[in-house]
């Protein structure tokens, strides 16, 4: 019995020795800020998620001069109290503002970077900027360089995030186990 005792002491020590590890990369990786410095580009990319700001951030970007095109995924099929804002966000083109709405296809942040990516070869786009939240700034990123050959800039939506300590450990693992995702399945954006 003492033996069982010890593994099971060993076990729960591991156990806990890599929480810690994975709580300090995880804050390193995904809470630390990661936005890029902002200049211009051909396109203005708005990841799906939550209804937090990102239409109206991504369409200010482009009113101040940014790009003159804004691409907004939509990832509210599901979400129907959150349609209402993505759509009128998709009618807000202007003369010198286009936007284009899209579904992505698998809906996921690898079908965002696909979708973007052939239509970056369509309209010769060299440069993007993507916005996101901040704690999925880091695997973005490395989706779309995975899918499109120019520039990348990340830029988050602007908002503090004041989550519970068990929502960031759910967060850090949905985005370990994104970049893992990502990197066996890479990208072909056909």
Aim: net charge neutral; aromatic share 14%.
């Amino acid at each position: 019995m003492g033996s069982a005792r010890r593994a099971l002491a060993i076990l729960v020590a591991v156990g806990l020795v890599a929480a810690v590890v994975l709580n300090i990369a995880g804050y390193l990786l995904f809470t630390r800020p990661h936005s890029d410095p902002l200049t211009k580009a051909d396109a203005i990319v708005v990841l799906g998620g939550d209804n937090d700001g990102r239409f109206e951030y991504g369409l200010s970007l482009a009113r101040q001069g940014y790009a003159s095109t804004v691409v907004l995924s939509n990832s509210y099929l599901d979400k129907p109290a959150d349609l209402p804002s993505f759509q009128q966000a998709c009618a807000s083109g202007t003369a010198s503002i286009t936007v284009i709405c899209f579904v992505p296809d698998p809906f996921t942040t690898r079908g965002e970077a696909m979708y973007v990516a052939r239509l970056a070869k369509q309209h010769n786009w060299t440069h993007l900027i993507v916005v996101s939240w901040n704690y999925h700034t880091v695997r973005a990123r490395y989706i779309f360089h995975q899918c499109f050959t120019g520039d990348v800039t990340m830029h988050p939506v602007p908002r503090t995030y004041d989550f519970a300590p068990w929502y960031w450990a759910e967060q850090y693992a949905y985005q370990f186990g994104g970049l893992v995702k990502a990197f066996i399945l890479g990208c072909d954006p056909a």
